[in-house]
């Protein structure tokens, strides 16, 4: 019996650990929380703590997380519909949105400009 306690104390920490596993992110300039490769963004007033799925606009997703203002998550209506979203994180810890399946990775200090409609990107990556 006390075997069967240890193991579902065991498997509540667990289970616990898994839900407060999650990071406050910025994704190209705005503050998101990242839970299990989903992003959230946060709406309301600022003194509560709802977290979208930031596709909820966009697709009509409605995956939300509630923080507690101790900021564990204590509501989590998690049923997405759609992949998530492809982030790549920077040596420096920032994410970015990759919106191509091609990502070019430089092995040496470079500065390239990229044309993506008529919009231009300049990665310089010699700082």
Known sequence: MLE?????????TQSEQRWNNYEMIVVNGRPNLLYEKYTYSRQGPKTQFYYYCSRRLALGCHSKITLNKH????????????PPPNLLKTSD?????VFSATVRVFSQPTRKKLSVGRREYIFDSRQ
């Open 93 to 97: 810890g920032r994410y970015l949105k």
């Open 71 to 82: 900021g564990e998550i204590i509501a989590a209506s998690i049923d997405h519909r759609h």
């Open 4 to 12: 069967t306690i240890s193991r579902e104390l065991q498997s509540e």
